[in-house]
């Protein structure tokens, strides 16, 4: 469970220097876990999660600098350590602060540098973590965009939904924006000053989502249910895991504690459940992909989403929106669809939804220069958009971003191949790299300039 409090843990074989640092720490207004040498510390450290740790260097199983530096090779990231020493010497303390050691103290302790040491670490983990938050979330809409009634009635189910702190189920089409919807709940809810820990099902191994899920005793990993604790999971393609493990999820939500993967001890947690699909519910479950009972215990509340082309008339003020979120946070050219434009995209299919518009608007602005974007250039990458462009099946939405990247280049210098009748220095000219450059990058895309001519 959360807690207001920062948890420190203290790791020293001195039994006099642990009870002294637990005595003084309690009455600091800390709540303190203490460990006698480097195996507690392990165990502990995953275990209780510390907002902050004192590490003593020297103790009788493994060394504080060996210890930092395992936690170091294993991505741990999550707490600050003050390293502290009877036989400190200068080396060890530029090591340990080239491991990531927030700073180096020196016993015989003074109280005084130490409570200062430990607040300020405190103080720099809470902006880390807030400043982390705001990079890995600033394209956050925290509204949904759109004054369609469609739109509007969402939101207020929303709302109405956050009233409570019950579970919620969102479907709808690929590209609707379930995880944007998921966050908006988050954001409005009683829950926002907690974390909103995001989980997507599809394509992972039974085994990989469980230890997702629910970590593993006896490793660093720390599962999503803890990492959520006292806000928010989000699972994506809910529909897409495993009869196990959703047996085991639903058994973790009724009882509210789950087993870690080979460990025998309920660890207690304190989560809110969001889920979402793209398939169709009733199907799911009367093919066996979707357990009854879980559906059950997910569908407290249920919200819709209805593809773009159910409100086209939001359409403006989405090309709007993305255009200004482009040219700020990507330093892309502002550009402005007409009015005849707007209307050709409202009159669109939209079969990629929201996520086929961003896409679109993307492309428009690398590869427009006009201010106006006309229905003129609209229609050829619409077109574009719906050529084959997937790899082994795969939509192009769904790749990672690195092979989306690459098969959208493909694509793109593919065209200008043709349009320049495979003239390599004329389309270096037009896309604004240099020839010796562009040779590289068909080279690496395997792209032969004499096969794309028209």
């Known amino acids: 469970m959360t807690t207001s409090k920062p948890h420190i843990l203290v790791v020293d074989d001195e039994p006099d220097i642990r009870g002294l640092l637990k005595e003084i720490l309690e009455d600091e207004g800390y709540e303190i876990t203490v460990a006698e040498n480097g195996k507690m510390a392990r165990d502990l450290r995953r275990d209780v999660m510390p907002d902050l740790i004192l590490l003593d260097i020297w103790m009788p199983d493994i060394d504080g600098?060996?210890?930092?530096?395992e936690w170091q090779e294993t991505n741990f990231t999550g707490s600050p350590v003050i390293m502290i020493s009877g036989h400190g010497t200068v080396e060890t303390a530029v090591e340990a602060t080239r491991l990531g050691a927030y700073d180096f103290i020196e016993k015989p302790l003074s109280i005084s540098k130490l409570l200062i040491t430990v607040e300020r670490a405190l103080e720099m983990a809470t902006l880390q973590k807030e400043n982390y938050g705001l990079r890995k979330h600033v394209q956050m809409v925290t509204e949904p965009i759109g004054h369609s009634d469609t739109m509007k009635q969402l939101r207020d189910q929303v709302k109405k939904v956050n009233q409570h702190a019950t579970s919620v189920l969102i479907t709808g089409e690929s590209g609707t924006g379930r995880t944007l919807f998921a966050r908006y709940i988050h954001h409005t809810s009683q829950r926002s000053h907690g974390p909103f820990v995001n989980v997507r099902m599809a394509g992972i191994?039974?085994?990989n989502q469980a230890l997702e899920l629910f970590g593993s005793q006896g490793t660093n990993t720390i599962s999503r249910l803890e990492q959520a604790d006292g806000g928010t999971l989000f699972i994506k393609d809910i529909a897409d895991m495993s009869e196990d493990v959703q047996a085991r999820l639903l058994s973790s939500l009724e009882n509210q504690s789950f087993l870690r993967n080979g460990g025998s001890e309920p660890i207690p947690f304190n989560v809110r459940v969001i889920a979402a699909t793209a398939y169709d519910v009733e199907q799911m479950i009367s093919s066996g992909r979707l357990r009854e009972d879980l559906y059950y215990h997910l569908n407290v509340v249920s919200l819709h989403l209805q593809p773009l082309r159910e409100h086209c008339e939001d359409v403006p003020e989405l090309l709007d929106f993305y255009v200004n979120l482009f040219a700020t946070q990507e330093g892309l050219p502002y550009r402005?669809?007409?009015?005849?434009?707007?209307?050709?995209?409202?009159?669109y299919a939209w079969p990629g939804n929201i996520r086929e518009l961003k896409n679109l608007i993307q492309r428009l602005l690398i590869l427009g220069e006009e201010h106006n974007i006309e229905v003129e250039e609209i229609e050829p990458v619409l077109?574009?958009?719906h050529r084959p462009v997937n790899v082994s099946g795969v939509s192009i939405y769904d790749l990672p971003l690195r092979e989306a990247r690459e098969q959208f280049e493909r694509d793109y210098l593919e065209h200008q191949l043709q349009e320049f009748g495979g003239n390599v220095s004329k389309v270096a000219s037009r896309v604004g790299l240099e020839r010796t450059h562009l040779y590289r990058k068909l080279?690496?895309?395997?792209i032969d300039p004499k096969q794309t001519k028209k």
């Open 65 to 69: 600098i060996s210890l930092l530096k």
């Open 205 to 207: 191994s039974p085994e």
């Open 336 to 347: 402005r669809f007409s009015v005849a434009a707007q209307n050709r995209l409202r009159n």
């Open 383 to 385: 077109n574009t958009q």
């Open 443 to 446: 080279r690496a895309l395997d």
